[in-house]
Every structure is written in structure tokens, then in C-alpha cells.
């Protein structure tokens, strides 16, 4: 007994009848299956006339089924269904390599950003989102992967990225108005104090021999420490500032070292893990071995740029 002649269209030309019969137009057909609109009716031609039935009216962008297209549209899709249903034909979608990341402004721009490329050259399929946080002392997790964040409310909680240190620091300008040079902590109350809630002076009051004095009390109150930096650079006042977030101002000369007093900061800066995949472990552990690079260069510099001033400063 011969066999039948069967006409076999191309798996291409069926997902094609079907998308537009769905979305009704070659164009939205073409954007589903990522080709051009003109591939889409190639394909419904070829269709068209290897079954030699008109399967599909067209009135401008609109395509309307014939009573034969509608016939045929419900095998076409019991056939796909079928074709779908083979596990052969099922990926496991690859896992996300998405990392989103939420910083502070300040700790955004002048330690993370600037090393970036580090990260990326070593890990080449994590595609990185960085979201920038709101500043503040206190508040609620964020959703995402990773979080760096700086506050009292962090003791115990996620890992201490840097140790850090402060120092009082102005502008040349501010400290040239100045009636008398500052030689010791006492003499800073001649000239405004900036103040932010995200950087206490109590420390390095504390470490100047002043553990009574007050928090500052006058004049704008910053919840932002690249704020108090940027007053600083306009010669507002003398800001309490970290070597690793001031350290392009103080290298260029905007900003200089009021006095050679080092204190511990009230806070840290954390990361905090909000999911434990390879990609977030991973860049926990490089952010962490950054910062600790970074601090250390900059507090270096620092103190070599002390001494150097020590050295060259004349006899009087």
C-alpha cells in the first residue's frame, strides 16, 4: 500500500501562522519571534501555498483568519502543545547573574564606582545594578542583593567593609579668613563646625582631649557626607571627614588637614548579604578586600602628606 503524500510545513512557518492568528498583525507576530515583519509574511506565504488554501485576510496591518485558518489554527496549536510538552524540548532557563547592589551617594562615588572595573574584568557574566540609597541613620532592609549601609543600628549585623578614621578638615580659603591659625583642638571654636548626624564629632572631641564638648548646633544640618565634603571644599566649615571618602579633595589641595588628630569614626560602613548566591557571595567578598585596600592608600597618604608638610614647613 503506497504512502500518502503529505505535506510537511516548516516548524517555522506554523509558529508564524500562530502569532499572528494570536496578536492579529505581522508586526506584533514579528516582535514576539524576534524577526522582521517581511520574514513573518515570507513564512504565511509559504504556508499558504503549500497547503494552496488562503489562511489569512489582510485589511492594512489587521490579518483576520479565514474559515480555513480558523480550522486549521486548532491543529496547528494542538501540534505545538505536543511539540512543547517533549522534555527534550525544555531548557532550564540559565540561573540570574543579575546583582543589584544599593550604596550610600558618597560611598558610591568615591570607593565603589571608581573600582568597578576591577570587579567586572574579574567577573565578566555578573551583570551589576547600582542603586543609589537614601542617606540616613536608621531604616528598613532594602530587597536588594547587596547593601551598604552606615549607621549605629548596624553593630552585629552583616560585615565591617573598612576601618576608617577622622580628621578635621578645611579649605584654604576658610582657613586664610581665619583671625588666628588653629595650633590645638581649642582653637577650632573660632570658625563654624559642619555638622551631620551620619558623622559625629564626639569621637574626635573625645581623642582632642574634649570628651565635653557639645555636637555642634548651628547652621545647616547634612544628611549626606559627600554634602559636608562639597561645604567644606566651599570654605563653609571645618567637616570631620574620612581619608577614603575625601581623598581627591585632600590630594588636590581643595581640602587640607586642620589639625594632626586621628580618631575612630562612630560608625562603620557594613555589607549586608540579602540573598546567598554565588554572585552576591562573590562580590561580598571582593567589596570588602576593596575597601580595605582603599582605606589603607588613603590613610597612607594621609600621613605622608603630613609629614611631607612637616618637613617643608620653615623655621621660625
Not at 36 to 48: F, H, P, T
Not at 101 to 106: C, G
Request: overall charge negative.
Amino acid at each position: 500500500m503506497p504512502f500518502p503524500d503529505i505535506r510537511l510545513p516548516s516548524l517555522d512557518s506554523l509558529r508564524a501562522f500562530e502569532a499572528v492568528a494570536r496578536l492579529g498583525t505581522l508586526e506584533r507576530a514579528a516582535e514576539a519571534l524576534h524577526i522582521s515583519a517581511s520574514a513573518v509574511s515570507k513564512r504565511l506565504s509559504g504556508l499558504e501555498e503549500l497547503l494552496d488554501t488562503r489562511l489569512l485576510v489582510r485589511t492594512g496591518k489587521v490579518a483576520t483568519l479565514t474559515p480555513s485558518g480558523q480550522d486549521y489554527l486548532t491543529h496547528v496549536r494542538a501540534a505545538l502543545d505536543l511539540l512543547a510538552a517533549v522534555p527534550l524540548h525544555q531548557r532550564t532557563p540559565p540561573p540570574s547573574r543579575r546583582l543589584r547592589v544599593v550604596s550610600p551617594p558618597t560611598f558610591a562615588r568615591q570607593i565603589l564606582v571608581p573600582q568597578l572595573s576591577d570587579f567586572t574584568a574579574q567577573h565578566p557574566d555578573t551583570e551589576l545594578e547600582v542603586v543609589l540609597s537614601i542617606p540616613q541613620v536608621s531604616g528598613p532592609r532594602s530587597e536588594a542583593d547587596v547593601e551598604v549601609r552606615h549607621g549605629p543600628e548596624l553593630a552585629g549585623a552583616g560585615q565591617v567593609l573598612m576601618r576608617d578614621v577622622v580628621v578635621p578638615v578645611a579649605s584654604p580659603s576658610l582657613l586664610a579668613r581665619l583671625k588666628n591659625p588653629i595650633c590645638e583642638p581649642a582653637d577650632l571654636w573660632q570658625a563654624p563646625l559642619l555638622r551631620t548626624p551620619l558623622e559625629p564629632w564626639s569621637p574626635w572631641f573625645a581623642a582632642a582631649g574634649l570628651p565635653q564638648r557639645p555636637e555642634p548646633s548651628e547652621g545647616p544640618n547634612y544628611y549626606d557626607l559627600g554634602l559636608i565634603l562639597e561645604a567644606a571644599v566651599g570654605g563653609q566649615g571645618i567637616a570631620l571627614a574620612r581619608p577614603s571618602l575625601a581623598r581627591h579633595w585632600l590630594a588636590s589641595g581643595a581640602l587640607q588637614v586642620v589639625l594632626d588628630i586621628e580618631a575612630e569614626p562612630a560608625w562603620a560602613y557594613h555589607g549586608l548579604l540579602n540573598t546567598d548566591t554565588p554572585q552576591a557571595l562573590g562580590f561580598m567578598t571582593w567589596l570588602s578586600q576593596c575597601c580595605q585596600r582603599v582605606a589603607a592608600e588613603a590613610l597612607a597618604e594621609l600621613r605622608a602628606g603630613r609629614a611631607l608638610s612637616t618637613t617643608t614647613r620653615p623655621v621660625t
